[in-house]
Each structure stands twice: as C-alpha cells, then as structure tokens.
C-alpha cells in the first residue's frame, strides 16, 4: 500500500490548475497586431453605419436581395431606381467583409425561408463586392476624432454595382447633414 503525504496532493492540486488555465493563458499572450489580422472587424469597433442603396440613373432594379458574408440578408427591396433611394441605419455596427447583391426579371414575392419576403424568378444581377478593406484607416481616424456616420453606398446599375464611402455629420444648422471624404467607385455625396 502507498501512502502520500499532504504535500503531494497539493502539488497536484496545483498542477491541474495551472494545466486548466493553460488554454486562456495562451489567448491572452496573442500580440496587438496579431488580433488585427485575426479580426478585420476591429479596424471599425465604435464607428455606427448608415446603409444607401440606389441605382444609376435610368436603371431599375427588381426583386433586389443584399447578404453580407455572413450569409445574414442586411437590405430587400421590390424596386431599387434612382428615385427611391433607401438610407437606412445598420444597427449591428459591422461592416460586412463583402456584399452579394442579386436582383431578378419579373420576381415574384414568395415568403423566405426565415420570414418576411423573398423573390424567385430568372437572376438578371449577381455580384458580391469587397467591402470592409476598401474603407481607408484615414477615415476611420476621422470618425473617431471628430465623430459622425460611416455611410456604405451601393448604386445598382444593369452590368454590375458601384460602391463608395463617406462620412455623414450634422450641420451646425439642425435637421441638414454635411458628407464628408466621399470615396470609392462615386464620389458624389447629395443625389
């Protein structure tokens, strides 16, 4: 028969405890840049996103469907025309890493498989476009500083979609926004 004194079984003790913590010590040691280029997200943590969609003049889009690389449906809408542009607030403050866009000929509304509103019919546009690494650290400095809205512009046109940038601020004069280092493939802020 062994016997074993107190000591031992402290010991041990001990060793299982630091063995269990093991794996949040090894999270904990990741450098600052390394977490960086493990989450792209951290570039935009506290800065709010507001989502615009229109097309190009001319042009109108039906049955149109926006997905962010999550796969999670971020805008629908029957019609997407110059004349009913969407502004609209994007509440889970990420910016998606890329957009996959599709619109259709004549669809036909259909309920979705999680609710709400889907389209079938014949695709007329499918694309995805990179998002998130086109956006300048510049401007995201800029917000932090000086505050205001990242706005993700998408306009819709027959043979692909634009995307650009801006910053969206409040005017010293109330209700009026001022836009501000518009970039990307428009750089128009008012339309």
């Known amino acids: 028969m062994m016997t074993h004194s107190p000591l031992d079984q402290s010991r041990k003790r001990k060793l299982l405890g630091l063995l ?3 794996p949040w010590g090894a999270g904990c040691s990741k450098t600052e840049r390394g977490d960086l280029a493990a989450d792209p997200q951290h570039r935009f ?3 709010r996103l507001v989502l615009v969609v229109d ?9 149109v469907v926006m997905y962010d690389d999550l796969g999670w449906k971020i805008y629908s809408s029957a019609v997407v025309a110059r004349r009913n542009r969407s502004i609209m607030a994007v509440g889970s403050g990420r910016v998606p890493l890329s957009v996959h866009l599709t619109w259709r ?3 036909r509304p ?8 889907d389209w079938e019919g014949e695709i007329a546009g499918n694309y995805t476009v990179p998002v998130a690494k086109r956006i300048p650290d510049t401007v995201l400095r800029d917000i932090r500083a000086r505050g ?3 706005r993700l512009k998408f306009r819709l046109k027959a043979d692909g979609v634009l995307f ?3 910053i969206e601020r409040a005017a010293s004069l109330g209700d009026v926004s001022i836009f501000e280092m518009p970039g990307g493939d428009f750089l128009e802020t008012r339309y």
């Open 55 to 63: 097309a190009v003049a001319g042009a109108q889009m039906e049955g």
């Open 20 to 22: 269990a913590l093991l």
């Open 105 to 107: 000929d004549n669809p």
């Open 164 to 166: 650009g940038w801006d």
């Open 45 to 47: 943590t506290g800065v």
């Open 110 to 117: 259909i309920w979705g498989k999680n609710g709400g509103i």
């Open 148 to 150: 205001g809205n990242l």
